[in-house]
């Protein structure tokens, strides 16, 4: 079982500094970790196409339409932090290359009267990180902590560093778990424009 506060004790750990038994804790360490960790755990979130926060669905369509520009407007879901594909089509992993759209505010516009959505969902559930996830929040915590607990530039630029060594291997491990959208999209596109039909069947 992992908890918000486990993150935290880490992202201390690293510092030097002493743990907490809770966010409340009457501790200065404590009332920063509860004042950055939110915000900092959908940063982390947004920064990679993290597998655990993937989600798939088909957007409701708004009664009202763009004023200009698009003809159609679809609500966004509530826990959306970062919109990464959308296809007119459920039967493609990645959408076609005409597909056009924008995102504004908690809305995406198009010309399309059907859309899915693959999108970052916000996941407030520490146990649905995966340990790699875990070790990289901590670090950016880290990171973000290091002036006020230790006023040391010196540790901020180290506790920079191990993050992003930290975020380079979570990426690694997180990336190894399928097949490549981009390289499908390569090879959609150069069927497109050769000719050729050998993409082969979508699995």
């Known amino acids: 079982m992992t908890s918000e506060v486990d993150i935290s004790n880490i992202a201390l750990a690293y510092l030097g500094a002493n743990q907490i038994t809770s966010l409340d804790d009457d501790s200065n360490d404590a ?12 940063t982390v979130l947004a920064d990679r196409e993290w597998t655990f926060a993937v989600a798939r669905v088909q957007l409701p369509a708004l009664a009202a339409a763009p004023d200009w520009g698009y003809t159609y407007q679809f609500q966004l879901p509530p826990d959306v932090l970062r919109v990464l594909n959308l296809s007119d089509d459920k039967t493609q992993p990645v959408p076609p290359y005409d597909l056009k759209w924008r995102r504004e505010g908690s809305a995406v516009a198009c010309n399309s009267a059907t859309i899915y959505v693959r999108y970052l969902k916000r996941i407030e559930d520490p146990n649905k ?32 560093q191990l993050y992003a060594l930290k975020l380079q291997d979570a990426m690694a491990v997180d990336g190894m778990q399928g097949s490549s959208d981009v390289l499908r999209a390569k090879q959609l ?6 000719g050729s039909s050998s993409v082969g069947p979508y699995v």
Request: proline share 4%; with cysteine; glycine share 2%.
């Open 31 to 42: 009332a920063l970790c509860k004042l950055m960790y939110a915000g900092l755990r959908d």
């Open 129 to 160: 990180f995966s340990p790699h996830f875990v070790q990289a929040l901590a670090a950016r915590m880290a990171a973000d902590l290091a002036w006020p607990i230790t006023n040391s530039k010196e540790t901020v630029e180290q506790m920079t």
């Open 189 to 194: 596109h150069s069927a497109r424009y050769s």
